[in-house]
């Protein structure tokens, strides 16, 4: 290993939202701007006000033995489900008792196993049970899901779980990073999942006044990031998972590599609870570029936070413009797929990452869907309803959290 660390590569991707089943379905919708938003009709146990959401509509096949299924959340379900995908294309398997020491897990997720405590609550004060089933603990905490990935592989390095509201993913990933390129260890799978539609949760986020409001002439248009006419996010369900390990292990073992992480910042804000700081987002975006060693011009595209708020937006432009420097960030193709696939919260920056790659890959920038009223506040390139063909070396995912927590990950075809 050099001073500089050992390179790290990604070598399986996994998915699944609103927009469908498997990392290619997310990257051909997100290419399309086709939506997976729609009617929210999902049975709760106290009546909410949701009217869309970006829910996985497929019955899945987890893969999983009843008790795994009974003992763990859907967020853990959906974990295996795309962790499963990631390690099928990575072609990882029959490891060595010293090599699953050196595997890690490192997963994301805002919520937790919130259809578990759902359950609980259900059961206790509306159905007037004495008790909550037995292994209520067992689904509802945090690193639930990371358990259950590493009882189905076996991994016996680090598991760590992170839980920063949106910027999770991007975080557990970015550590799986420096985890590898460090060298404690060889392998890891990185990602996160979300799946939070019941009555707490909904409430919740209705109270906080930041959902879009559903756009009555195409529900599957209501959520519209950078355009002047947003109006906020909508929730989207999902998970998304990324098999990553060091280059040395991934040319031993002949595997495809699908890029190259090259780049990590983290920041804080440490201004407002909620309300997001250019600054503070400009200083990760900044870091990830320095760890990368590259220029702001040389980033082709950027897969922005963008979750249609109008402060958000707005701060994110600014943010963009400050570390890219104007010249650069007029330059660089810039968009929002949670126009189509929602905001899944500690999914969404392993989701988008997924898609990120794969525009690197493809040599296409996904559109902006939705974005048909231009807001001068919002003034760069951010590929207005439709995508295009760039050539890409380098390419960029944001994600920037309530509680001011930061996280910029850039991505590199392997050179």
Known sequence: MSSAGKRVVVTGLGAVSGLGVGAVTQFQKAIECVSGISVFNTPTAIPVDLQCAALIKQDLDYGLDSSSLGMFDKTAHLSW?????????????????????????????????????????????????GRARPFTIIGVMANGSAALLALQTGFTGPSLTYSTACASSSHAIGEAFRSIKYGFCERAIAGGAESLFN??????????????TPD???????????????????LGEGAAALVLESLESAQKRGA???GEIVGYGTSTDARHITKPDSVGQAKAIKAALLEARVNSDQIAYINAHGTATQVGDIAETNSIKSAFGLNAAKGVAI??????????????????LVI????L??????????????????????????????????????SFAFGGSNASIVVAKLD
């Not at 294309?89 to 919520?111: H, K, P």
């Not at 797929?337 to 392993?350: D, S, V």
């Not at 990120?356 to 525009?359: C, D, G, K, R, V």
Request: include cysteine; proline fraction near 4%; glycine fraction near 8%.
């Open 81 to 129: 489900f795309v962790a499963h995908e990631a390690l099928k294309q990575s072609g990882i398997e029959n490891l060595s008792e010293s090599e699953l020491d050196a595997s890690g897990i490192f997963w994301g997720t805002g919520f937790g196993g919130s259809n578990t405590l759902d359950s609980a609550y259900q059961d206790i004060y509306l159905n007037n049970k």
């Open 216 to 234: 009555m002439e195409d529900i599957s248009s209501s959520c519209k990031p950078f355009s002047k006419n947003r109006s906020g996010f909508i």
């Open 199 to 212: 009555a707490g949760p909904i409430k919740a986020w209705e109270a906080l006044r930041t959902l879009a």
């Open 361 to 398: 890959e493809n040599n296409i920038a996904p559109g902006t869907a939705f974005l048909q009223i231009a807001d001068p506040d919002c003034d760069l390139n951010y590929l207005p309803l439709k995508s295009i063909e760039k050539p890409m070396s380098f390419a960029m995912s944001n």
């Open 256 to 258: 495809k590599i699908l």
């Open 335 to 352: 968009s929002s797929t949670k126009a189509i696939h929602g905001h899944t919260l500690g999914a969404a920056g392993a989701l988008e």
């Open 356 to 359: 990120t790659l794969q525009a």
